[in-house]
């Protein structure tokens, strides 16, 4: 079963524009990990926020996590057409477990 | 750095027979995970392995089993292959249970399987 929920399920915005992605999850978790996937490949990691963070960045991403709210966003900003992809949130619970546990997913589409 | 590699990239099969999926992890990483994103259903967790021990699987039948070698190279057997197992099967590697907990998953290109 899936943790939580994205929001949107689909974008679609104009290179240059930032592009903002929502998580919600259910339960307690060790750490939240944003995820792309290109058109039905494989998975390549973002970036990983750990539960006492509560703002990390690299490069034009930028990540948030509320866990009194269980809620994480995902900005890209100055988006590329290379953006477009699916993008993922997962989290890890507690504890000691590596299992990943995925949202449902947000579909970006950034057009040239 | 060689990543995560699967294979076959596809694999088609009929309803009853039996599928075994190959992934072998990042040099250096000893856990490697597995699971299924079916249409609709999502990605969703299927086993970890790690240091050649199941540690943890998922709600799936018994008939979906693996095993890892010790090269940590790893197996995904399915059996008795039934037509709601067509989805694409990821593997993910990591560094270890002696290793950081905060860690990422690598995960490979999958293996599409095809139940007709």
């Known amino acids: 079963s899936q943790q939580g929920e994205e929001d949107p399920q689909a974008l679609s915005i104009q290179e240059g524009e930032n592009a903002t992605m929502n998580c919600s999850y259910k339960?307690?978790?060790?750490?939240l990990q944003w995820y792309r996937q290109n058109s039905g490949r494989g998975l390549v990691h973002l970036i990983l926020i750990r539960s006492n963070e509560r703002e990390k960045h690299s490069g034009r991403l930028r990540v948030t996590l509320d866990t009194s709210k269980k809620s994480s966003s995902l900005l890209i900003t100055a988006s590329r057409a290379a953006d477009t992809a699916s993008y993922f949130c997962a989290t890890i619970g507690f504890p000691g477990r590596r299992a990943l546990t995925f949202g449902s997913g947000t579909r970006l589409q950034v057009q040239p | 750095e060689a990543g995560v590699t699967q294979s076959p990239t596809h694999l088609i099969k009929t309803r009853g027979q039996q599928a075994t999926l190959r992934c072998s992890p990042i040099s250096g990483h000893t856990s490697v995970y597995w699971y299924q994103q079916a249409l609709g259903l999502g990605l969703q967790f299927l086993l970890w392995?790690?240091?050649?021990?199941?540690?943890n699987r998922g709600n799936f039948p018994p008939r979906f089993s693996g095993r890892q070698f010790p090269n940590y190279s790893s197996e995904l057997n399915v059996n008795a292959l039934e037509l709601e197992d067509s989805a694409l099967y990821l593997c993910?590697?990591?560094?270890?249970?002696?290793?950081?907990?905060?860690?990422?998953?690598?995960f490979g290109d999958g293996t599409r399987l095809s139940i007709l």
């Open positions: 392995y790690d240091e050649g021990e199941e540690r």
């Open positions: 339960t307690s978790i060790n750490n």
């Open positions: 993910a590697s990591s560094y270890g249970t002696g290793g950081k907990s905060n860690q990422p998953q690598h």
